[in-house]
């Protein structure tokens, strides 16, 4: 009689039969900043896009399993066409990837013809085919810097990282209009008001926010930038205006320092900013994905191959 499989029940089985489904099947775990600590603690690499882009080409798995969203899933599918990429959840989607719909995007476009067009990660495989470039929060800056002076610039799909960038850059570019939802979450006047209550504490930002936050930040970079920042600051307090997941990993890089979540609008039971999406995907979904091997994410071949050169271009210029 066929032994019956059991499904695991505590949190350390499921720990135990991931680990023991990625060696079996050859899997890489590839996780995101925002994830779970679970999920970041069991990754065999945890990064931002940018680093987890590179981690996704570099790979020799035969599975890739992104436990982020779906454009990054994508995006690892768009780089490695023969391996499998499965993400624990389908529906972990992104708001910012969403504000960009194909057929509006391809209208905007062409109503620029002479515009280069420099596109976020945080977009769909359908938008990343109609551009010319792919960056990240971490390269964006070196990437528009290294476009010809004379010539013009679709910026897409975060205006507010598009306005982030034109300080920066000084560049006159033209954005679309799209955005975080989890950035654009931060509420000031909970902000000012938790700084008076930590008045030593450095108030750091992802350029992903609203520029009324971004003015009083005293540094604004991408997540891993962030990262970095906490560890080589002097400081021994900081209030962080991103997705809430990156204190995990930060507070144990720096785990004598105070890191206080920034507040968003709305009363919620972390009085944080979290990403709905990112936190989706939990441990059981990730063994059911393994197990199973799905679901996949698949790229339509002719798209897959027009949205590979912007990639191939941003991995080119952030050498």
């Keep these: 009689m066929e032994e019956l499989e059991l499904q695991p029940k505590t949190k350390t089985e499921y720990l135990d039969e991931i680990v023991r489904l990625k060696k079996e099947k050859n899997a890489v775990l590839l996780a995101h900043y925002y994830q779970e600590p679970d999920i970041q603690d069991i990754a065999d690499f945890v990064g931002d896009s940018l680093g987890l882009s ?100 679709i910026c897409a799909p975060d205006r507010n990282l598009g306005e982030y960038l034109i300080q920066q850059t000084g560049r006159d570019m033209v954005l679309w209009d799209g955005a975080c939802m989890v950035h654009e979450a931060f509420a000031m006047d909970k902000i000012l008001d938790l700084h008076k209550e930590n008045p030593q504490a450095k108030f750091i930002a992802h350029p992903e926010s609203q520029q009324q936050v971004l003015r009083v930040a005293s540094f604004v970079g991408s997540t891993e930038k962030l990262l970095n920042f906490v560890q080589t600051d002097e400081s021994e307090e900081f209030i962080v205006a991103t997705e809430a997941g990156i204190l995990h990993e930060m507070q144990k890089r720096v785990p004598n320092k105070k890191l206080i979540p920034a507040p968003a609008k709305e009363d919620n039971t972390c009085s944080c900013s979290e990403c709905h999406f990112m936190k989706m995907n939990t441990l059981e979904k990730l063994y059911s994905c393994l197990k199973n091997e799905t679901p996949e994410i698949d790229v339509p071949e002719e798209i897959r191959k027009k949205a590979l050169v912007p990639l191939e271009r941003m991995f080119e210029l952030s050498k």
Excluded at 68 to 81: D, L, Q, R, S
Excluded at 100 to 115: E, L, R, S, V
């Design 54 to 153: 590179r981690k996704a080409a570099e790979t020799n798995a035969d599975i890739i399993v992104f436990a982020g969203v779906h454009f990054m899933a994508e995006t690892a599918k768009i780089i490695n066409p023969t391996k499998k990429v499965i993400l624990p959840d389908v529906n972990a989607g992104c708001s910012l990837a969403e504000s960009a719909p194909a057929g509006p995007f391809k209208k905007f476009i062409d109503a620029h013809p002479d515009h280069i067009v420099v596109t976020y990660i945080n977009c769909t495989a359908e938008i990343k085919a109609m551009s010319d470039i792919i960056c990240t929060s971490s390269n964006a800056v070196d990437i528009i810097n290294s476009i010809p002076k004379d010539q013009k610039i």
